[in-house]
């Protein structure tokens, strides 16, 4: 078992929704997050006017190496069609122990 972490713009939530779909992932959590490209932030006050990161999903699922394989082979795919330069990232974290 290992630990699939998935960021991503949320105008692709429900892409990617499918992505885990399609690789049998059923059992995930979410999270919404602001996504920062550079380590400054610009807002300087306590209330800033503008907020100052992208509006972001983070999705995570503790699940097998054969699913996270299938979906990173789609993701790949995903990502090769945007017309973006924000492309979904994932990643892997072995995990030691488990109850």
């Keep these: 078992m290992k630990l699939l972490i998935v960021t991503s713009l949320s105008e692709f939530h429900k892409d990617i929704l499918k992505l885990f ?30 907020k100052g990161g992208n509006e972001s999903v983070m999705l995570f699922s503790f699940t097998e190496d054969d699913k996270i394989d299938s979906f990173f082979k789609l ?5 090769e069609q945007l017309e973006t330069d924000n492309p979904v990232r994932a990643v892997v974290l072995p995990i030691e122990r488990y109850i």
Excluded: C, M
């Excluded at 602001?34 to 800033?48: C, E, H, K, M, V």
């Design 21 to 50: 779909r399609e690789s049998h992932i059923e059992a995930f959590s979410t999270s919404e997050i602001d996504g920062y490209r550079n380590s400054l932030i610009a807002t300087q006050s306590w209330f800033p006017s503008e």
């Design 75 to 79: 993701v790949k795919a995903y990502n």
